[in-house]
């Protein structure tokens, strides 16, 4: 079994910056891949980003490409998402997620969540 927890989350001004670090506890029989997904009042959850377990690969939603940047780090169990640039339209509940599938992007490869983070992005 794994846990996620996130952490980071909070109210910051459009143009502003944020860190979302995400720790997980357990042990699975796989090395998974990490991600991001968040959900906007009164929307559907969506993909945000991905990396792989070595970290050597990343993918991002378009909306958040450029200006966010997943990382992990291994040694301490844990995944960050940087976030620049933040716009109101990113003001969501952000979650941590688990796969096994490298290359994961739908909901339902994700085999465990994170209780989620409050970001609120002000104008």
């Known amino acids: 079994q794994v846990q996620l927890v996130e952490s980071g989350g909070g109210l910051v001004q459009a143009g502003g910056s944020l860190r979302l670090s995400c720790a997980a506890s357990g042990r699975t029989f796989s090395s998974p891949a990490m991600g991001w997904f968040r959900q906007a009042p009164g929307k559907e959850r969506q993909f945000v980003a991905r990396?792989?377990?070595?970290?050597?690969?990343?993918y991002y939603a378009d909306s958040v490409k450029g200006r966010f940047t997943i990382s992990r780090d291994n040694a301490k169990n844990t995944v960050y998402l940087r976030m620049n640039s933040l716009k109101p339209e990113d003001t969501a509940v952000y979650y941590c997620?688990?796969?096994?599938?490298?290359?994961?992007?739908?909901?339902?490869?994700?085999?465990?969540w994170g209780q989620g983070t409050l970001v609120t992005v002000s104008s």
């Open positions: 997620a688990r796969s096994s599938v490298p290359n994961f992007i739908r909901e339902n490869a994700v085999d465990a």
């Open positions: 990396i792989s377990w070595s970290g050597g690969s990343t």
